[in-house]
Every structure is written in C-alpha cells, then in structure tokens.
C-alpha cells in the first residue's frame, strides 16, 4: 500500500538531510592515535633543521632507474626518517592492491616538507608512480604520498589516506612534482595536515571524486604553494580553514563543497613579502562556515583576485570577505599583523561574482582594500565597511545583477550599468561615493534617490 504523500516528502526530505559521507576515519581507531595527534610541532624553535637534504632518502622497497610492479602486498616499516617505498632516478613503479603501513618520527620538519624525508611513498627526480586501489597508512607524522622535483608525476586513484600524528599531508607535492588523484579519502587527526598540499617551491596538485576530512589545527583541505586543483570534492576541515594558499599562487575549484571550522572559509596569505597574483576561483561550488568570527574569504598581505561563479557561501558569521593587514604566524591558530610584525602590509583583492546569490558583507581592515564585481545575474544582499582604520570598497553591477542595502555604505567606487540604478533595493540606507576617484567621474558629484528611500551622494 502506498503511504500518504505527506509521509513520503518527510521521508524524501529527512533521507536528503542524513546523506553521510564516509572517510577513513569511520574505521579508524581514533582513540588509539589520540597521543599520536596530540603531538606538536614547532618550525621555529628547535625542530625545523636544515633546509637542504641531509639525508639519502631510502626506505625497504627502493626503486632507483629501475622500473616495477607491484600487487597484493603490504609494505611497511618502524623507523624515524625513513619511507617504506622510494621511486627515484627515473623509476616507472606500479603500487596495486595493496597497504603501506609507515610508522616512525621525522626528526627535522624541513627535511620532511621541502624533500619528503619520513613519507610512506616518496616519488622523487623525474620518477614516475601509479596508485590504485590501495591503502596507505602512517602514524607518527608522515606524508603519505609525497612528489618531489621537476618531471617527478604521480598518478592515485581508488585509494584511502589515512594519517595521524602532525604534519602528515594526504597529497604532498614539492619541489616543482605533480600528483593526479582520483577517487580518495583522506582522513587527518594531527596538526598541520592538510589533505592536498603543494610546497616551496611548488607543487602541482589535480584532485578529482575526493572526500577529506582534517581534524587538527593548521590542516586544510588543500594548502596551496604552486597550483591546486579540486573537482567534485566535498572536504571537511574541523580546525583550520579548507584553504591556506601562501603567496602568489593557483587555487581553483569546481564542484567542490567545503565546510571550514577554524579562521576563515579560504585564508590567503603571503609568509614573506606580500606578494601580488594569487588567484582563487570557485565554480559550481558551496563553502561553508562554522564559526560565528569566520568570513567565507579572507586576504591578507597579499594582492589578489577571486571568482565566484554559480556559488553558494554560508558563513554563520555574516561576512563573505575579509581584507586585512595581517597574516597568520605557524602556529596557524589566529591572525597576527603589525602588532607583531611592521611589515605586514594591507591586502588588495578583487572578487568578481557570476550566476550566484550571495548575503553577508565586506569588511576592510587597516588600508586594505576590497573590490567586488557583481555580474551576469548575480544578487547581493549585504554591506561594506571599515573594520579598523581606513578601507578601501569598490562595487560594480552590471545591469543583470542586483544589490539590497542592509546598511549605508562608504565607498571608493560605484559603478553600475544600470545608471538609473533600479536594481539596487536601498531599503532606506545611503550609498556615500568619493568624489573626488575617478571612477566616480560619471556621477558628477551629484546627489539622487535610490530604490527604497534612500540616496546615493558623495561624501
Ligand atoms: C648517503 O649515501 C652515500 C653513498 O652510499 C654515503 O656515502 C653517505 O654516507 C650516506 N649519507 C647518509 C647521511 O647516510
Ligand atoms: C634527488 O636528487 C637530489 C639531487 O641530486 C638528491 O640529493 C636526492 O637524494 C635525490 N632524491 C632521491 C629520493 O633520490
Ligand atoms: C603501470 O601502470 C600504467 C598505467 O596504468 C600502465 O600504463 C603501465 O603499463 C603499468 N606498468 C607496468 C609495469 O605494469
Ligand atoms: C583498504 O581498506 C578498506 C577499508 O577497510 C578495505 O575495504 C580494502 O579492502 C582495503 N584495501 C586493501 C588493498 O587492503
Ligand atoms: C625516533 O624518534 C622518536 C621521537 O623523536 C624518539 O623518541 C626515538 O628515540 C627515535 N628513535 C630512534 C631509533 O632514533
Ligand atoms: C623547480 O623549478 C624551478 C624553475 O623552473 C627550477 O629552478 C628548480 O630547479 C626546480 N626544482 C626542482 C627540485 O626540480
Ligand atoms: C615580517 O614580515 C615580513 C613581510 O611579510 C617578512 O618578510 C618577515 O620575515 C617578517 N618578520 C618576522 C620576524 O616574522
Ligand atoms: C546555510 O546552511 C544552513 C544549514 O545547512 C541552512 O539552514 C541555511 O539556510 C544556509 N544559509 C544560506 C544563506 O544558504
Ligand atoms: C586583522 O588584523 C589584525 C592585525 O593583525 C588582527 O589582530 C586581527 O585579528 C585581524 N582580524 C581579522 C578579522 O582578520
Ligand atoms: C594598522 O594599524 C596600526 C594601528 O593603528 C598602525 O600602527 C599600522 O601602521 C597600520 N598598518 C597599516 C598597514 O596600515
Ligand atoms: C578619495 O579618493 C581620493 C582619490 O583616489 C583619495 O586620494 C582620497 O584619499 C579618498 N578619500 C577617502 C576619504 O578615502
Ligand atoms: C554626468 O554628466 C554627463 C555630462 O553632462 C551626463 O551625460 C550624465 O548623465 C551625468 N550623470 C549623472 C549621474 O548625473
């Protein structure tokens, strides 16, 4: 017998709600790894070391211009500052069916970052790896699966990642080496793990049909340094945004949806000089944040630009863009900037939306500056304004898109296609424009009625 439709829209609508996705961590025994997790790090003091390689990579399985196959094994080793598997000089190695199983300290972190000394699989020098259906496993503090060097490519697909102790990326691509992931899971529970990530100088990161989920302070979802790409991957970072890029480098993604607990939805940055041409885009896409202090995006010492395209942002905070004169320090646990550091200098970011219908606002710390362009059908419900000191707020419309006031505004500049300006709903509030920027030229310092009561004139 048929059950009454009210009954089966709840039905529908409660199965849409409870859709769960599962990571390694469903099978795990996280409490087993909690000391392991607790562990930290610190780069500054007295583990960092040296940043040149002090030692000859090697592990039990150790491929040098030679090529192999392997299938239906486990591989593994107990050891600090060793890998289980290396493919170097030149190697073709086939990992199928089969678990890796690293366990062992790294004694010097800039050994493990910048050549991927401790990691369970180290493809390094023009080597070449490919990875299916497999289980890769470290504890300890470890990459999983590390890409090292010019001409170094890794390819993983069908494959789980499972990590605990600090610094144990997922995907971990340096020294200029390329990995191409699909269909993976990756479970973090330690600090300063992120899922996906590139490292100086670069890395070079192409995730597709992923699921990763981070649970530790500093581990994101991808950790951008070099170029990352993410299609159709939903990512969970509890304690860290889903996105930390330092300087002027690529983040791009596609079908992605992100949930972010710690700092911001994406934090761009620049740990040195500020650096000018990161790019980050999103398309097709939902980021998610938690916290109640925590805006979708957030910039700082940094020049850069931003697309939004058919994207949803959710932030419990009510702020989409953050431009700030501040950075976050290596403890990645919050903001810090001239009160530290002189040199930290304002961010500039320009961030255009398409096709998408976004409510929050835009708030510009300490001579940082935020442009925003809405087009082709887009509508924004929200206002810009200063967090501390001057900032510097541009938008522009095209005659599709719309703009509903939630409180009067300051801005450097306005332009509108529609110089009429009936797709903006004032709700009563004020748009105040600087005559005397150029942009504003059109306006001819003049003052006139917007939609809703309220008015638009130069200050
Ligand atoms: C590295 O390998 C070379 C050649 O086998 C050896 O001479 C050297 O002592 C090794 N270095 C370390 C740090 O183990
Ligand atoms: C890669 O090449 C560099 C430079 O020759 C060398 O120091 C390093 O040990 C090599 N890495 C591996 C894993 O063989
Ligand atoms: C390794 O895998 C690649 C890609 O699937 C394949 O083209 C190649 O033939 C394999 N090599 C060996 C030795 O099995
Ligand atoms: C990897 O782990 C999953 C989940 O426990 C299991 O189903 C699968 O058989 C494992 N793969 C290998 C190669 O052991
Ligand atoms: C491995 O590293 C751990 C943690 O630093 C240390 O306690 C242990 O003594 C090291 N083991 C060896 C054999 O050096
Ligand atoms: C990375 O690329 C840069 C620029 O091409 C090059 O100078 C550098 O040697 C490369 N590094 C490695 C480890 O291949
Ligand atoms: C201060 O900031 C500048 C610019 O970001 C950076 O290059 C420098 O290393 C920082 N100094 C310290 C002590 O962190
Ligand atoms: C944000 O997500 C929550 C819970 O998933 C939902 O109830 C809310 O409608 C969303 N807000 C926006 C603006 O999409
Ligand atoms: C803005 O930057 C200042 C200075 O670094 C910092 O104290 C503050 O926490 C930052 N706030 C946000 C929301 O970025
Ligand atoms: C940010 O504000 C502080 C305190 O007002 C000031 O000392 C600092 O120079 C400002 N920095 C920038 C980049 O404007
Ligand atoms: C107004 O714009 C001019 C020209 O860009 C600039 O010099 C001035 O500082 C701006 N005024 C304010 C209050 O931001
Ligand atoms: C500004 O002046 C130009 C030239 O007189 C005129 O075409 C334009 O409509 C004026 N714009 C506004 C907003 O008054």
């Not at 990161?278 to 850069?304: E, P, Y």
Request: some cysteine.
């Amino acid at each position: 017998m048929m059950a009454p439709l009210p009954f089966l829209l709840t039905l529908l609508s409660l199965v849409l709600a409870s859709i769960t996705v599962d990571d390694p961590s469903d099978y795990a025994d996280l409490a087993a790894d909690a000391t392991d997790n607790a562990l930290g790090v610190d780069y500054t003091t007295d583990n960092g070391g040296p940043s040149y390689l002090i030692y000859n990579i090697t592990g039990p399985f150790y491929y040098a211009d030679e090529d192999a196959e392997i299938d239906h094994h486990t591989l593994s080793v107990d050891a600090n500052d060793t890998s289980v598997l290396v493919v170097t000089e030149g190697a073709v190695v086939n990992l199928s069916y089969s678990n890796v199983v690293k366990e062992g300290y790294s004694t010097w972190l800039n050994q493990a970052s910048f050549y991927g000394v401790n990691a369970a699989i180290n493809v390094a020098n023009k080597s070449t790896a490919y990875i299916d259906h497999s289980n890769i496993t470290v504890h300890n503090g470890a990459a999983n699966i590390y890409a090292y060097g010019t001409g170094t490519t890794i390819y993983v697909s069908d494959t789980d990642l499972y990590s605990s102790g600090p610094v144990s990326h997922g995907l971990y691509a340096s020294g200029n080496g390329t990995i191409h992931a699909s269909n993976v899971r990756h479970f973090s529970g330690g600090s300063r793990c992120s899922s996906f990530s590139g490292d100086n100088p670069a890395g070079y990161l192409y995730v597709t049909d992923a699921i990763a989920h981070t649970a530790g302070i500093g581990s994101a979802i991808f950790y951008s340094l070099g170029e990352s790409y993410g299609t159709d991957v939903v990512g969970y970072s509890e304690n860290a945004p889903s996105l930390f890029s330092d300087g002027a480098q690529t983040s791009s993604f596609t079908n992605v949806d992100f949930t972010a607990g710690l700092l911001a939805g994406t934090v761009m940055f620049s740990s040195s000089t500020r650096s000018s041409g990161a790019s980050l885009s999103f398309s097709n896409s939902r980021l998610k944040t938690l916290g109640d202090d925590m805006a979708a995006l957030w910039f700082g010492n940094l020049i850069a630009t931003a697309t939004l395209h058919a994207t949803e942002l959710n932030t419990t905070s009510g702020i989409l863009v953050i431009a700030n004169a501040s950075q976050i320090t290596q403890s990645f646990d919050h903001f810090v900037g001239w009160e530290e550091n002189s040199s930290i200098l304002p961010a500039q970011v320009a961030v255009t939306v398409t096709e998408s219908s976004l409510n929050g606002d835009l708030v510009a710390y300490n001579g940082s500056a935020i442009s925003w362009t809405l087009a082709q059908y887009s509508s924004w419900t929200g206002a810009a304004y200063s967090g501390k000191d001057t900032a510097y707020l541009a938008v522009a419309l095209d005659s599709t898109s719309t703009w509903t006031l939630t409180q009067d505004v300051y801005l450097q500049d306005f332009t509108n296609a529609d110089t009429s300006n009936t797709n903006i709903a004032s709700q009563g509030y004020s748009i105040y424009y600087n005559a005397s920027s150029s942009a504003n030229r059109w306006l001819n310092s003049s003052t006139s009625s917007l939609p809703g009561g309220g008015q638009l004139k130069s200050y």
